[in-house]
């Protein structure tokens, strides 16, 4: 069935290091991805997306690349902040429902 | 513009009470969702709607009740509580069921059940 699997963490990083947060899905039709973010205390916030292959989602410094050969979204950022800590969740979206993975936590320190 | 609402932010029911958790937007989204968010698992979906008057159950609904009697509102109700429903919920609401333009999520009702 439907389902997304996602990079178990914790992750805890040094700041101004490389992020990849690996994810893959599976999925009957032809999914929108998402990958969403939630810091402590609140609801899940859209943090990119992209809906069609070859796609690449940005927002903040961050990106993915829709990449249906190996149906994967893998989410990606250069130079992380503290203010990056949260926990990310990769999702996607076909018919009638979101299928989010088990979600991230990212800790950076300064 | 609000986004989309819950209430309450938190709540603690003994095992046997019923509840109703809220939920209204007002962005005119036709698609609502409530879902449970708890540890290792991510978010399961528990029921939805694709507009006022139609609802339908989603993976995990034993336990859960819903009504869309309008556009804005999407109330979820705890039948019985049993402690296997402490769980973070949260509402989101979209455009349309096949929308690429992702989902807005409310802040979400810790609940807890002793």
């Known amino acids: 069935g439907d389902s997304v699997t996602q990079m178990e963490g914790p992750v805890t990083l040094s700041e101004e290091a490389f992020l990849t947060i690996n994810c893959t899905y599976t999925?009957?039709?032809?999914?929108?991805l998402f990958w969403y973010v939630q810091y402590p205390g609140e609801g899940l916030q859209l943090l990119l997306k992209a809906t069609k292959a070859d796609d690449k989602g940005s927002n903040k410094g961050f990106e993915a690349t829709y990449r249906k050969e190996t149906t994967s979204f893998h989410l990606e950022k250069g130079s992380v902040q503290v203010s990056d800590s949260a926990v990310y969740f990769c999702a996607h979206y076909t018919g009638n429902q979101f299928y989010f993975g088990t979600g991230t936590s990212l800790t950076v320190i300064p | 513009n609000a986004g989309v609402t819950q209430t309450p932010k938190f709540q603690v029911l003994k095992t046997g009470q019923s509840m109703t958790l809220q939920c209204a937007q007002d962005?005119?989204?036709?698609?609502m969702s409530w879902y449970r968010q708890d540890p290792g698992m991510g978010l399961r979906l528990i029921h939805y709607s694709v507009g006022a008057g139609i609802t339908d159950q989603g993976e995990v609904p034993n336990g859960y009740n819903v009504s869309r009697s309008t556009t804005e509102d999407f109330p979820l109700r705890l039948l019985s509580a049993a402690p296997s429903q402490t769980s973070v919920y949260f509402c989101?609401?979209?455009?349309?069921?096949?929308?690429?333009?992702?989902?807005?999520f409310g802040q979400g009702t810790r609940l807890t059940v002793v």
């Open positions: 962005m005119n989204h036709e698609y």
């Open positions: 989101a609401s979209s455009k349309g069921i096949t929308s690429g333009t992702g989902g807005f």
């Open positions: 999925a009957t039709g032809y999914p929108s």
